[in-house]
């Protein structure tokens, strides 16, 4: 079955840099659209990014310019490189990955900012 796995998440300080991966296996055919969620206590998850097969991102209004997604089709992982965090940032951050209209989740990496 597919497994999606990330890693990277951690604490890190106001102004700082994570480098988030998630690695996935089991897939029978190619993802069309990998891409992150995240989400906070009693709130919903929300899309921070995604990115197609032929390399097209798409960002949330509050990550554009801090955030960059990227994928390494041939490794099947794609990473979410996070620049800039503030306390807002703070969630668990989860892979998503969707496989002819399947769509998978990781168990999610928690990020955690400290002011």
């Known amino acids: 079955q597919v497994q999606l796995v990330e890693s990277g998440g951690g604490l890190v300080q106001a102004g700082g840099s994570l480098r988030l991966s998630c690695a996935a296996s089991?897939?029978?055919?190619?993802?069309?659209?990998m891409g992150w969620y995240r989400q906070v206590p009693g709130k919903q998850r929300e899309l921070v990014a995604k990115?197609?097969?032929?390399?097209?991102?798409n960002y949330a209004d509050p990550v554009k310019g801090r955030f960059t997604i990227s994928r390494d089709n041939a490794k099947n992982t794609v990473y979410l490189q996070i620049n800039s965090l503030t306390p807002e940032d703070t969630a668990v951050y989860y892979c998503?990955?969707?496989?002819?209209?399947?769509?998978?989740w990781g168990q999610g990496t928690q990020v955690t900012v400290s002011s």
């Open positions: 089991g897939n029978r055919f190619w993802f069309n659209v």
């Open positions: 998503n990955a969707e496989e002819l209209g399947n769509y998978y």
């Open positions: 990115i197609t097969r032929g390399g097209t991102a």
